[in-house]
Every structure is written in structure tokens, then in C-alpha cells.
Nanobody, 125 residues
Framework: QVQLVESGGGLVQAGGSLRLSCAAS????????LGWFRQAPGKEREFVAA????????YYADSVKGRFTISRDNAKNTVYLQMNSLKPEDTGAYYC??????????????????WGQGTQVTVSS
């Protein structure tokens, strides 16, 4: 079992940057792969980025590739999402998730076993 708590959301102007953090409690953080998802009002949840348990493998949605970077610090039980060149369409609630099958990076939400409560990101034009 792992508990996930996101932080770092807020209001930012288009072109700005934010860094989201997701702190995990519980055992075996380093054995999980981790992902970030987001959900805009009235829209379905969508995949943003994922990272394997070692951190060597990452995977991004096309919409954020080149602007967002996912990373993790297993010593701190934390995963990060650095978001640069933000656009209004990046607005939404951002969730981190943990997959017990840590060797893979996947983009489908139902593959993930644990979820955080989310942090809101609002990008103004």
C-alpha cells in the first residue's frame, strides 16, 4: 500500500512554469513505476507522463513532449513533474499514480493501483 500526496499546483500565466511534486508514504516506493494524469473540467482524465521504477524509462503524451519532464527521487519517495511553456489547455487537476508493476511505463489509468487526491493547475492566457 502507498499513499500519494500532490503539491505545487497554482495559477500561472501562459508561458510560465510550475513544478509539481508527489510525495509517497508506505513501503516499496522504489519498486513502483509512477505516472501523472490530468483532468480538465468536463473532460476525461488523460495521461501526461510516466517513469519506471529506476527512472531510466520515461514516456510522455504528445501534447506535453518537449515541455514537461518527469523525474523521481527514490531517496525522498517523491516524483516530480516540471512543466515549462505552459498553455491554457494545460489547465486541470493533476494526479499522480503508482503502478505496482514497476518495470513498465504505461499510459492507461486502469493499470495504476494507487492515486493521489490531485492538485489544481490553472494557466491564464
Amino acid at each position: 500500500q502507498v499513499q500519494l500526496v500532490e503539491s505545487g499546483g497554482g495559477l500561472v500565466q501562459a508561458g510560465g512554469s510550475l513544478r509539481l511534486s508527489c510525495a509517497a508514504s508506505g513501503r516499496s516506493f522504489s519498486s513502483y513505476s509512477l505516472g501523472w494524469f490530468r483532468q480538465a473540467p468536463g473532460k476525461e482524465r488523460e495521461f501526461v507522463a510516466a517513469i519506471s521504477r529506476s527512472g531510466r524509462n520515461t514516456y510522455y503524451a504528445d501534447s506535453v513532449k518537449g515541455r514537461f519532464t518527469i523525474s523521481r527521487d527514490n531517496a525522498k519517495n517523491t516524483v516530480y513533474l516540471q512543466m515549462n511553456s505552459l498553455k491554457p489547455e494545460d489547465t486541470g487537476a493533476y494526479y499522480c499514480a503508482a503502478d505496482e508493476e514497476g518495470s513498465r511505463v504505461v499510459a492507461v489509468g486502469w493499470e495504476y493501483d494507487y492515486w493521489g487526491q490531485g492538485t489544481q493547475v490553472t494557466v491564464s492566457s
